[in-house]
């Protein structure tokens, strides 16, 4: 690779963006610290401070990214320039990739050692004889040592159906940037519409799984390890499925903009790369919170 | 140069004659056991291999060091890069390691075989004391730090087991395997006595095991080896190992001492405690079990642990103050007192929370107010 | 061949011409800047965890509370950890990389500027949130910079959220800083730079930055189950919920061992600069010292229950990581073996930066020993949690990554500044180290041998002596550190100017250009042999 030509590495002028990003980092992260603090008390400053980071991120997303499209407009980007956006986006979805699998280690941990260890397995004999006598070491794990109950979430019905949304927008996705790349506008916009509105299906459906987990299951974030897994995997996943739909959803207006030609569209590459990424986590999800 | 070569030799000789003392205060223990023995031994072995790897390796450098130099006229070689040298230092320090695993193997094994114990004592930590079960017997008890305040704050002089004193130690038979089931009820404690060459996480909500056999009576002392917050330094462990015979009697004036106790709780029950014995029982008890949270003038520490002083719950409802203390809050560190003091020092400690410091209620508990069920 | 800037007309204004002021500062883009607000940001936070050390060492002069309670002195320990860990080592190297990769490899900047700039400015917000929790109601983050739950969780103080978003964007940072150095390498290399050319900097940095974005997510997500667990009812590390207090050490060494190789192959790179350049000879092994960085690298994934061999795992597993453990000898040993080869019959000199990286070499490598004696399970168990292990990872944090970033202070100060520095101050800075540092360190070792624990405010009477020497060296470190002080502060300033190459025996692209190095490197890609 290094044998390829140098040319015209296109180094930014001095740039606003930066800073205000560290600073609605700076924002969110004082925000999210308090309004945590703050849960159960009167008082909102932290909120305030969180959507005011938050704000700011999202302003800084649009200047930013739009610096980059008039850079790249005016063709100041070299193929090699491309390729460090590529790469370095790689790098950043295998960064999420780890982010998540301390999520599946977790799962994996407590249903192979945590819970058969506090029901007397390996060298923790002693420790369901004398502590946890009454408690029965199965997965799901619908009643926690201490005793309190929960119901465990089905993979047939809404799972399932969300399954094969995700799988059949992975699929509409893939043919709209084929249509990109054979200058076929009509079908990468039509395809890439269908693929926004699977990603809305989705999350509605995923809301409505949440609702009914709260109201008729009594499965919730604080019922013992099984919920704790379920909505942290399922919520965090949940919360990628939103950025990926938001993403999708500017390509698609960027692309009735006339933005991107078959040959450069960065964007539209890294886009459809996180949402391809999103999904195979899904149906890691599905295997191992759902069906396993 | 000269310097970093004097350096080495202070140091290794230090190490060296450290060694040879053994027993002294900067060499590993060889402890009481025959498991913290080989542990020593170990140790020593490592010790020795990788000081003699050092001093190879420093030698060498020292020799380029002294004779390799510009200033005397030394010019580079060119030499660079010798497969036949790259394995050969990859293969021996391989090797020497395996050598070093074996030996680790053997007693690591030996150390984690819990079985076919004489006597179990189960152990539990929490925020800062030991409580001792025996497990054979329906007994145990609190073992908490015995040095007294003023030393700590470098009032009084320090004693000579500063730091390393309890009000009851642990006492186990001479020459039996004792297993030990630990575990703890807030955070993660460590129980670690060197002489024995035993260190065990206490976990929340766990049971591990570890053992020993003492060879020879007498007292050791360690601590807690895992930080558990503010007291973390201010929790030893104590054990005195005691021959059979000295044991057994220790142990049946214990079982006795226990029974005449729970004796006395029911006579307790039945009498009335004035305002000034509660305030004097009720004092020395918060010294000893609440200041280190609530402090001794009762006023808390800010986002950690709440005032006493002045607080609703001190100045309402007695009822709510004594399931308080009694019960704990579960989830926190405040812990259920119920059976860790006497039903009249519950009383007497909520009394004095009542009380003191310019808490004017003028409520008297008693010791039938703690202990309802009991009626 | 096109330079990278010329075929563009308003880029071409701002060639070789800096801004000017504050501003310069704040919005720039350039690798140089950029690498330089990180290692100013890195020595003033090594200054303040300094100062928190030196708390620490005041207490323990003597047996007793005298300066500071029990609980603050938790703080203390706590913050003194995650602030040289991750507020002065991981910034100093990543504001090496900076300045030296695009030079190194023939490339005119990082590969992504403006991510560059990013990746720095969120580091003061994180620590400045980071301290400030230490003034708020409960104090600070007091349960150890391994945060062990439920010590951190149920138990922890109020300001709790705090410290879990700032490990956050702190994360973010690392994570950002990482992804820009292994596209910068994989991407920006100069025709002709071949992987197996890269100077061993590089390719150290190249692996860590790997390191960084594998294990920097799984940070995230333990501070993250310590913030369910804490305030959103999650028992992830409770046993009555079905968790266990176990796992969370699992979580956090499985980054956190990686982490420690973080710190320190970056200084096997600079070390494997210095060396040769003073001994003017090459490298004894190149070719071994990539694939002994990789080894280390790999099985660094494989270790990291070593820290938790009290915790009751069974014994299958301790002996497994007992063994992989110990194997990381044989890469490391590797390395300390090429080193004194390419010194062996060399044409030897011993300034500033040769000072420290022999130092380095020496204190490193014991430092190494006395990991591998806590690998040895059933040893640790005397070992753990005492002030054995504090003077182990000291030898390899003080005197290995702090010297060998100090060593590369000195050896790249002509290139940065344009002047040479004062050598006679470097060398009294070297020797007012290298003395006081084993005052420090070394004593630890018996403190820990004789049975006193690490993380406590006070103790027992018969480690009163080696206590008050361990303090009286604390101070001298640190003192000796404002020596360095000037020496920057001169340095950059004035002094002799610097030729192009100040080391006779110094190798690598960074050396052919001008000292100080021009505001933007190689605009046309250099010739590779
Ligand atoms: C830069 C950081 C760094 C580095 C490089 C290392 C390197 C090593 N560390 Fe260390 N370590 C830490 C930072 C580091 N460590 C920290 C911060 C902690 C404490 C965390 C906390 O609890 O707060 C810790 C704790 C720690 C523990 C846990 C102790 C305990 O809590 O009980 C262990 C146990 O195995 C360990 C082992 C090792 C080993 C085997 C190496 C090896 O990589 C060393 C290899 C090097 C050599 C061996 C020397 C050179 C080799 C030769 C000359 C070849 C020939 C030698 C032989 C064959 C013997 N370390
Ligand atoms: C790279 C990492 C790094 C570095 C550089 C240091 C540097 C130092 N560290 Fe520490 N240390 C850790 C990483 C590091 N440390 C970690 C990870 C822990 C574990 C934390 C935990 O348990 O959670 C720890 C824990 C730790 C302890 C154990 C605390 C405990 O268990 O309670 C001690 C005790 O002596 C200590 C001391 C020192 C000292 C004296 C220095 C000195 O080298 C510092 C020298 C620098 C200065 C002093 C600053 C410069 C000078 C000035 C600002 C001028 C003013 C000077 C004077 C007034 C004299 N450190
Ligand atoms: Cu209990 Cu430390
Ligand atoms: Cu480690």
Redesign the interface.
Same mark, same amino acid.
């Given at each position: 690779m290094a044998q390829q030509q140098t040319t015209n590495y296109y180094v930014p002028a001095q740039s606003y963006w930066p800073i205000v990003g560290a600073i609605g980092l700076l924002f969110i992260a004082i925000g999210a610290g308090t309004t945590v603090q703050q849960i159960g008390s009167e008082a909102s400053s932290g909120s305030w401070m969180l959507t005011i980071g938050i704000v700011i991120i999202i302003a800084m997303m649009f200047g930013w990214f739009n610096d980059v499209i008039v850079e790249s407009d005016k063709g100041l980007y070299s193929a090699q320039m491309d390729r460090s956006f590529r790469q370095g986006m790689s790098w950043f979805i295998f960064s999420e990739v780890m982010f998540f699998a301390a999520f599946f280690g977790a799962l994996f941990y407590v249903r192979t050692i945590a819970i058969p260890?506090?029901g007397g397995a390996s060298?923790?004999v002693?420790?369901g004889q004398?502590?946890w006598p009454d408690f029965e070491a199965v997965w799901p794990l619908v009643t926690t040592?201490a005793g309190d109950t929960t119901t465990a979430m089905g993979w047939q019905g809404l799972p399932l159906a969300n399954t094969i949304i995700l799988l059949t927008s992975s699929i509409t996705l893939h043919i709209a940037h084929k249509g990109l790349e054979e200058n076929n506008r009509k079908k990468l916009t039509a395809l890439l519409a269908i693929t926004v509105l699977l990603g809305v299906a989705f999350l509605v459906l995923q809301a409505e799984e949440y609702v009914e987990a709260y109201r008729h299951m009594g499965l919730t974030l604080s019922a013992g390890v099984y919920g704790n897994t379920f909505f942290l995997l399922t919520g965090f996943h949940g919360m990628h499925v939103t950025i990926g739909t938001i993403m999708l959803f500017v390509m698609l207006w960027r692309v009735l903009k006339g933005h991107f030609t078959p040959e450069r569209h960065f964007a539209f590459q890294a886009t459809s790369w996180y949402w391809h990424f999103v999904d195979v986590v899904w149906l890691g999800l599905f295997f191992f919170v759902y069906i396993l | 140069?000269q310097?970093?070569i004097i350096?080495?030799a202070a140091?290794s000789t230090?190490v060296f004659t450290?060694a040879a003392l053994g027993t002294s205060?900067?060499?590993?223990?060889q402890g009481v056991t025959d498991i913290s023995q080989?542990?020593y031994d170990?140790?020593m072995v490592?010790?020795t291999i990788?000081a003699i !790897?050092?001093l190879v390796?420093?030698g060498?450098?020292l020799y380029?060091?002294i004779n390799?130099?510009?200033?005397k006229g030394?010019?580079?070689?060119?030499?660079?890069?010798?497969t036949k040298?790259?394995v050969l230092?990859?293969v021996i320090?391989?090797f020497i390691?395996i050598g070093?695993?074996i030996p680790?193997?053997t007693?690591?094994?030996e150390?984690?075989d819990n079985s076919a114990a004489d006597i179990t004592i189960?152990i539990t930590g929490s925020?800062w004391k030991w409580h001792y079960q025996y497990f054979e017997h329906d007994f145990g008890f609190y073992s908490l730090l015995a040095t007294p305040q003023e030393?700590?704050?470098?009032v009084s002089t320090?004693g000579?087991?500063?730091?390393?004193e309890v009000d009851k130690p642990l006492v186990i038979p001479t020459n039996k395997k004792i297993r030990f089931?630990i575990?703890a009820d807030?955070?993660?404690h460590?129980w670690?006595v060197?002489a024995f060459?035993?260190?065990?996480?206490a976990?929340?909500?766990?049971?591990?095991?570890a053992w020993t056999r003492v060879n020879e009576p007498g007292i050791y002392r360690?601590?807690?080896?895992?930080?558990?917050?503010?007291?973390?330094?201010?929790m030893p462990v104590v054990v005195r190992a005691l021959p059979q015979e000295e044991y057994d009697a220790w142990l049946s004036a214990q079982l006795q001492h226990v029974a005449k106790e729970k004796q006395e709780e029911q006579q307790a029950l039945a009498s009335t405690l004035t305002m000034e014995e509660s305030m004097a029982l009720g004092e020395k008890t918060y010294i000893a079990r609440c200041a280190a949270c609530h402090q001794v003038g009762g006023e808390g520490?800010?986002?950690?642990f709440p005032k006493i002083k002045g607080s609703p719950i001190a100045l309402g409802d007695v009822g709510a103050h004594i399931d308080v203390v009694v019960n704990g809050k579960p989830?926190?560190?405040m812990q259920a007192f119920a059976n860790q003091l006497s039903a009249k020092e519950l009383a007497a400690v909520i009394t004095y929370e009542r009380n003191a410091w310019g808490n004017n209620t003028g409520d008297i508990v008693q010791v039938s107010d703690v202990k309802p069920e009991a009626k | 061949m096109n330079t990278a800037s010329a075929t563009q007309d308003e880029h071409e204004i701002e060639h070789d011409h800096k801004p000017k002021g504050l501003m310069r500062w704040v919005l720039t883009t350039n690798h140089k800047d950029i690498g330089s607000l990180y290692l100013m940001f890195s020595f003033l936070m090594f200054l303040v965890g300094g100062a928190m050390a030196m708390v620490i060492r005041a207490e323990l002069y003597q047996?007793?509370?005298?300066i500071v309670e029990?609980?603050f002195f938790?703080q203390m320990t706590t913050v003194h950890g995650l602030i040289m860990v991750f507020g002065a080592v991981m910034p100093a190297f990543t504001g090496l990389a900076n300045w030296l990769i695009p030079m190194m490899i023939g490339a005119p900047d990082m590969a992504l500027p403006r991510m560059n700039n990013w990746s720095f400015w969120i580091l003061p917000m994180a620590f400045s949130i980071l301290l400030a929790s230490l003034f708020?109601?409960?104090?600070g983050p007091? #349960?150890?910079w391994t945060f062990?739950a439920?010590?951190s969780t149920?138990?922890s103080?109020?300001?709790t959220a705090l410290f879990v978003f700032a490990v956050h964007i702190m994360g973010i940072s690392s994570i950002l800083g990482a992804i820009n150095v292994v596209v910068t390498i994989v991407n920006m290399r100069a025709p002709g730079m071949t992987y197996m050319k890269m100077p061993l900097f590089v390719w150290t940095w190249l692996i860590t930055a790997f390191l960084l974005i594998a294990v920097m997510p799984v940070l995230a997500a333990t501070v993250t189950m310590v913030l369910t667990d804490k305030y959103f009812g999650t028992s992830f590390f409770?046993?009555?919920g079905g968790g266990?207090?176990?796992l969370f050490q699992h979580i956090f060494w499985f980054f956190g061992h990686p982490e420690v190789y973080i710190m320190i192959l970056p200084s096997f790179g600079i070390i494997s600069a210095i060396i040769p350049a003073f001994?003017?000879?090459?490298?004894?092994?190149?070719?071994?010292m990539v694939y002994a960085t990789a080894s280390i690298a790999l099985l660094s994934f494989l270790v990291w229950a070593h820290h938790m061999f009290?915790?009751?795992m069974p014994?299958a597993a301790?002996?497994f990581f007992?063994?992989c453990t110990?194997?990381i000898?044989?890469p490391t040993?590797?390395k300390?073996?090429n080193w004194?080869?390419?010194?062996?019959?060399?044409?030897?000199?011993?300034e500033t930066p040769m000072l420290f990286a022999?130092?380095f !070499?020496?204190l490193f490598?014991?430092g190494g020993?006395s990991g591998?004696?806590l690998a040895?399970?059933?040893?640790d168990?005397?070992y753990?949690?005492?002030y054995f292990v504090v003077a182990h990872f000291h030898y390899v944090l003080v005197t290995g990554a702090i010297f060998s970033i100090m060593a590369a202070c000195y050896y790249w100060l002509p290139k940065w500044t344009g002047h040479m520095y004062d050598e006679r101050l470097g060398k009294m800075h070297f020797?007012a180290s290298? !003395?006081s540092v084993?005052v420090l360190f070394?004593p630890m070792h #018996?403190l820990g041998?004789?049975?006193m624990?690490r993380?406590?405010?006070?103790?027992?009477?018969?480690f009163a002596d080696?206590n008050q020497l361990v303090s009286i060296g604390g101070f001298a470190f640190g003192l000796s550190q404002l020596i360095f002080l000037v020496v920057l502060i001169k340095c950059a300033r004035g002094g002799k100017k610097a030729p192009a190459k100040p080391w006779e025996?110094s190798e690598g692209l960074e050396w052919n250009m001008p000292s100080p190095a021009p505001y933007h490197s190689h605009t046309t890609p250099p010739e590779i042999k």
């Open positions: 260890w506090l060298n923790n002693m420790t004398i502590l040592p | 140069m310097k970093i350096i080495i140091m230090v450290g205060s900067v060499n590993l223990t080989r542990v170990l140790h490592i010790l990788c !790897i050092g390796v420093f060498a450098m380029a060091i390799h130099r510009k200033s030394a010019t580079a070689a060119q030499f660079h890069e010798s040298v790259e230092w990859t320090p391989f390691l070093m695993a680790a193997t007693t690591l094994i150390m984690e189960k925020q030393q700590i704050q470098n320090k000579e087991n500063y730091l390393l089931l575990t807030d955070v993660i460590s670690w060197p060459a035993v260190k065990q996480d976990n929340p909500g766990f049971i591990n095991e360690g601590q807690c080896a895992e930080l558990c917050g503010k007291d973390h330094g201010f520490i800010a986002g950690a989830g926190t560190a | 047996p007793g509370l005298q029990p609980n938790n708020m109601e409960g104090g007091n #349960f150890g062990y439920p010590l149920t138990y103080p109020d300001s409770a046993a009555a266990d207090p176990v001994s003017r000879k090459k490298l004894f092994g190149y070719s071994s009290t915790t009751g014994v301790e002996l007992m063994y110990m194997l000898s044989v040993g590797v300390v073996f004194v080869a390419t010194m062996w019959r060399g044409s030897l000199t011993f022999i130092a !070499i020496v490598t014991i020993f591998l004696m040895i399970t059933p040893v168990f005397q753990h949690d005492t020797w290298v !003395i084993n070394f #018996f041998l004789a049975g624990p993380r406590v405010p006070d103790y027992a009477l018969q080696f025996g």
